[in-house]
Structures are given as structure tokens and as C-alpha cells.
């Protein structure tokens, strides 16, 4: 069975940090990239961040670059988002998803199916002013 458990969500004031994790199983890790999502109420879901399994390439939205650090420990099948000097607009739920490797490089213009098995259910992340 796939799973994509996401935790380390709440609130916390602006400017301060929060760390999410996302922990996968049930499926061939190595195979997909890890990427983080969020959706804020009345808003499309959009990709923030995105880390390969394999080669440990990266991706990050320019509204994220320099506060947010995506990681992964692969031998726990487990992925971070660090997130740093956190703004009221970073206010949204979080979700993990395992996705195509190309998404290290295209994901912000990249489709996904959100209806996929491949989803967590998400952590809501509040930022305070």
C-alpha cells in the first residue's frame, strides 16, 4: 500500500521555522522524486519544493528560494522542508506527493494528478503576524 504521511505542521509567528516531514513507503523510492505542495484556502495548489531520490537534485519556487531547504533521508524513505522567516503568506496546507524525477527541473510548469494514490493528506502550516 502507498503511503505519504506528512507531520510537523502548525502554528507558529512570522519570521519563525517550522519543519515538515514526509514519510513514504509502499512504493520503489528511488524511483520518483519527493516534492512539497501547498494549497491556501480559495487558492490552486502549487508546487514549493522538489528533491530527487536518486541524485539528490533539487527544485524551489521563487517564492520559497534562500527560507526553504528540502532534504532526504533515503534510508528512511523520509523527505524535510525546512522552512525558514515564514510569512503570514506561506499560510496553507502541505502536502507530500512522489512524482516524475523531471520534476527537479520542471516543476512549476508541470501538471500533476492530485487524485493520485501517490499523496499524502497534508499538514496545515498557519503563520501567524
Known amino acids: 500500500e502507498v503511503q505519504l504521511v506528512e507531520s510537523g505542521g502548525g502554528l507558529v509567528q512570522a519570521g519563525g521555522s517550522l519543519r515538515l516531514s514526509c514519510a513514504a513507503s509502499g512504493f520503489a523510492f528511488d524511483d520518483y522524486a519527493i516534492g512539497w505542495f501547498r494549497q491556501a484556502p480559495g487558492k490552486e495548489r502549487e508546487g514549493v519544493s522538489c528533491?530527487?531520490?536518486?541524485?539528490?537534485?533539487?527544485y524551489y519556487a521563487d517564492s520559497v528560494k534562500g527560507r526553504f531547504t528540502i532534504s532526504s533521508d533515503n534510508a528512511r524513505n523520509t523527505v524535510f522542508l525546512q522552512m525558514n522567516s515564514l510569512k503570514p503568506e506561506d499560510t496553507a496546507v502541505y502536502y507530500c506527493a512522489a512524482v516524475p524525477p523531471e520534476a527537479t527541473r520542471f516543476m512549476g510548469v508541470m501538471t500533476f494528478d492530485y487524485d493520485s494514490e501517490y499523496w499524502g493528506k497534508g499538514t496545515l502550516v498557519t503563520v501567524s503576524l
Open positions: 528533491i530527487s531520490s536518486s541524485d539528490g537534485t533539487t
